[in-house]
């Protein structure tokens, strides 16, 4: 298995600009996961699909965030405009709901977001 | 009140010391527990999950004691690529299926 799948793997863009970060889960993984890592805040989840449905957006920032899971093998993170505190690693991490007690969640290798 | 609290450290220790990570968390039908392990600029990785009785993997053994809401990790005989930082994490009960991340503790072994 190729694992959860990111892209891209860093992302520089002015402020202002829309920036869209891609995630495949791993294939049958039902739960799939947006997380943002920062320094000063560690891991903050920002949204969580089931089966492809939006769960909980309670930890998305703003309205400039939106999140969508057209399909169980694609998911998107996108910001529009970006600001510059919006610079983070991005994670996206799926699970199955069965193993999740016993195996928590795979990451994706991240993406790096820098605004300037 | 954090959820999940880990001391932050660092701890730098020289090689094959031993050391122990606590963490405590709050929500006490927590269901699940484990240990994550997150190298400089990469995504956390499970190291392993963290059962009632204990648990051992090589050098790393996981305790958890739910009456007083603690969990802690001793890695032994340490290994200069032991360095990394390592979250302490939680299953909440219910149907999120939520796991909640600690900030970590980061370990640097020495030579």
């Known amino acids: 298995d190729a694992g959860v799948i990111q892209s891209p793997r860093h992302e520089v863009t002015e402020m202002g600009q829309e920036v869209t970060l891609r995630c495949k889960p791993i294939?049958?993984?039902?739960?799939l996961f947006w997380y943002r890592q920062t320094m000063m805040r560690g891991l903050e989840l920002l949204i969580y699909?089931?089966?492809?449905?939006?769960?909980?957006d309670s930890g998305m920032p703003e309205d400039r965030f939106s999140a969508k899971m057209p399909n169980a093998s694609f998911s998107t993170l996108k910001i529009q405009p970006s600001e510059p505190r919006d610079s983070a690693v991005y994670f996206c991490?799926?699970?199955?709901?069965?193993?999740?007690?016993?195996?928590?969640?795979?990451f994706g290798s991240g993406t790096r977001l820098t605004v300037v | 009140r954090k959820e999940v609290e880990q001391d932050p450290g660092p701890f730098n220790v020289p090689e094959g010391a031993t050391v122990a990570f606590n963490c405590t968390y709050s929500?006490?039908?927590?269901?699940?527990f484990f240990w994550y392990r997150q190298d400089c600029r990469k995504e956390p990785k499970l190291l392993m999950s963290?059962?009632?009785s204990g648990n051992e993997d090589g050098r790393f053994t996981a305790q958890l004691n739910r009456a007083s809401q603690y969990i802690s990790l001793l890695i032994r005989d340490s290994k200069l690529s032991d360095s990394a930082t390592y979250l302490c994490v939680v299953l909440s009960s219910g149907s999120a299926r939520q796991l909640t991340f600690g900030s970590g503790t980061q370990l640097t072994v020495l030579p």
């Open positions: 294939s049958g993984h039902d739960y």
């Open positions: 699909f089931n089966n492809n449905v939006p769960i909980d």
């Open positions: 929500n006490s039908a927590s269901q699940s």
């Open positions: 963290v059962y009632s």
């Open positions: 991490a799926s699970s199955l709901r069965d193993r999740v007690y016993f195996y928590g969640y795979t």
